[in-house]
């Protein structure tokens, strides 16, 4: 996997990052922040959103409100890796994706790419929440 991107910075919920001089900041100084940011968006992100109707997104808010069981777990899993996959964004076997049960509620989801330089890869942690918030960045 080649890494060249560059694109606007921008944080959690999409806001673009300013820098203390004013200007926008872009991903430059982080060769990974633009994989990061492209992952979250397709998994936070629904078809129509900002325009694009193909299907990139995963869509996870539909699941809102449904019981928390292995099929749900499963589910979340293959609208991820599809996400990710099916426009050859990522290389299937460069993702790894888990999800796991941790309250009748939510769901940890980690997400590692396999990419240059990490020995471990480039891993990405997030909670869904079944109740009322779908898809959120885990802080850790």
């Known amino acids: 996997m080649k890494l060249t991107a560059v694109d606007l910075s921008f944080g959690i919920i999409g806001d673009f990052k300013v820098s203390k001089s004013g200007d926008i900041e ?12 492209e992952i979250r968006t397709r998994l936070m992100g ?6 694009i109707n193909y299907p990139i997104h995963t869509n996870l808010r ?3 409100g449904q019981r928390n069981t292995p099929e749900l777990a499963d589910e979340l899993r293959n609208r ?4 990710l996959t099916d426009d050859l964004f990522i290389l299937a076997g460069y993702l790894k994706v888990r999800v796991v049960p941790i309250s009748p509620s939510n769901l940890f ?9 990490l020995d471990d890869g480039l891993s990405e942690f997030f909670i869904y929440d079944t109740t009322e918030h779908g898809l959120a960045l885990a802080k850790g």
């Open 26 to 37: 872009d991903t430059s100084k982080d060769k990974y922040q633009s994989l990061r940011q």
């Open 109 to 117: 989801v980690k997400l590692t790419v396999s990419v240059p330089d």
């Open 62 to 64: 539909r699941f809102i």
């Open 46 to 51: 629904s078809t129509g959103d900002w325009g």
């Open 80 to 83: 991820i890796v599809a996400a």
